[in-house]
């Protein structure tokens, strides 16, 4: 992943610095975008054709780096229309609306037509700080 999202820096600093407790979110949702997003949000997440946010779960391991990876496999439904080209996937702490958190550019955009399935298989989304 690209990086945390200004949302999700000032939390975790009024946090640990500040006093202010943050609740981690008790499910994370995975968005799909054609034009990728910033760390303020913004981007174009896909709409239609049957897509919809999916729910991951991740794993914490390591130190220095400390990685996230998913620990399932994150797979949409079949397109039942086209989705474009996605280029970039986000975080969110809301299966619509909501804080997008974390987001990072694809290693390769992947165009989504009808009847396609886009799929990240176990392992293959990680979230490193450093």
Not at 23 to 45: C, S
Not at 94 to 115: D, E, I, P, Q, R
Request: a negative charge; aromatic letters at 10%.
């Amino acid at each position: 992943m690209a990086g945390f999202t200004d949302y999700l820096e000032d939390k975790v600093l009024e946090h640990v610095f500040g006093g202010n407790a943050y609740t981690a979110p008790g499910t994370l949702h995975v968005a799909l975008y054609t034009v990728a997003p910033t760390d303020t949000g913004g981007g174009t997440e896909v709409s239609g054709g049957g897509y919809v946010r999916k729910t991951a779960a991740f794993t914490v391991s390591g130190t220095n780096p400390t990685t996230a990876t998913n620990s399932a496999a994150v797979e949409y439904p079949t397109a039942t229309g086209n989705y474009g080209t996605v280029v970039a996937v986000g975080i969110f702490d809301a299966s619509s609306s909501g804080n997008l958190m974390a987001y990072s550019n694809l290693t390769a955009s992947k165009t989504v037509s009808t009847g396609d399935v886009f799929r990240f298989d176990a392992g293959d989304l990680d979230i490193t700080l450093a």
